[in-house]
């Protein structure tokens, strides 16, 4: 079974969905993000997808560092971050707060060899990379620059760097809850050899994720959940199975 991993977007301290990306768009689902972890988990998620979209944005100068490493001390489940790491020290301060991933998105495309370095430092399943893209083109500092580069292409660049842990976000389908861009990790997938890849972007309940469980035989293992997660659009039994231990 494809594994669900669902998602805590941090924007000013609350639990928000953006819609496409767009910081205009943000819903707000919750003010204690520390409470939704605590419901994630005690649902049976074997894994939390914390974004600091504030860190994100502005590179680091404002963040919710504070509230993630808070979230990783309560909850007993891995948590894996992303948002405004971009230097070596980022990553080194995200690891020793007790956090198990720490994902490269923008930093990644600017500089590789600091991929690379981590990879090699910390292990490929403590730090992973974050691919964005919209028609296909990777866009980085929280969405909002374009790169000229192909995902397919980039992807590729990363394994290269030792990348064994690949989050994949097809922007033009996050926060819709139009179904998941199936297309393009089957495309990723098979061109790939050795990375795992997480989906995110458009799961809009049980049926998508019946549909991604297809895709595990070119490495899709799991997908991030968030705004359908939020309202409900999954019941407890029809997320995660009371046997489900794996974490991606």
Partial sequence: ????????????????????????????????????????????????????????????????????????????????????IRSNADVTRVLDQGIHRAIIGTAAVQNPSLVHEMVMKYGPDRVAVGIDAKDGEVRVSGWIDRTGLLALEFAKVMENQGVRRIIYTDISRDGTMKGPNLNAYRVLGRQLKSVRLMASGGVSGPEDLIALNELKSVGVDSVIIGRALYEGKFSNHQLWPKNLTECP
């Fill in 1 to 84: 079974m494809i594994i669900p991993v669902p998602a805590i977007d941090l924007l000013d301290g609350c639990c928000v969905r953006l819609m496409q990306g767009a910081y205009d768009q943000a819903t707000n689902y919750h003010r204690d993000p520390l409470a939704v972890a605590n419901q994630w988990e005690s649902m049976g998620a074997s894994l939390l997808h914390v974004v600091d979209l504030d860190a994100a944005r502005s590179g680091g100068q404002k963040n919710n560092v504070d509230v993630i490493a808070a979230i990783a001390r309560q909850v007993k489940i891995p948590v894996q971050t992303g948002g405004g």
